[in-house]
């Protein structure tokens, strides 16, 4: 139940902050910006606290430990897989026409003498 309202909490906090962005119209523009930071850096400090935010935390860490750990391919792996999709493309968009061309001449020449 404390979690709960941790969040709900933090929520508002966020929402505040940007109620302070419209409240604050008259006032310069670094100032409405500020706002909205505060309400968001107030909401995070608050979420943080929680169950589910030190989860979200762990889990974030998680994440970036495997993304670590990701082979990312080279340019040159890039390039070719990328001319592959490329050339993939173009044999499908030739076949593609070439079939809804076959098509049309059987249904509309052959079948209803539409000429």
Known sequence: MADKLKVALALALIAAGVVGFYLLSEQALVLRVLSVLAGVAAGVAVAWQSEPGRRFVAFARESITETK????????????TTGLVFAFVVVMAVFLWVTDKSLEWVLYDLILGWK
């Open 69 to 80: 750990k990701v082979v990312w391919p080279s340019r040159k792996e890039t390039v070719q």
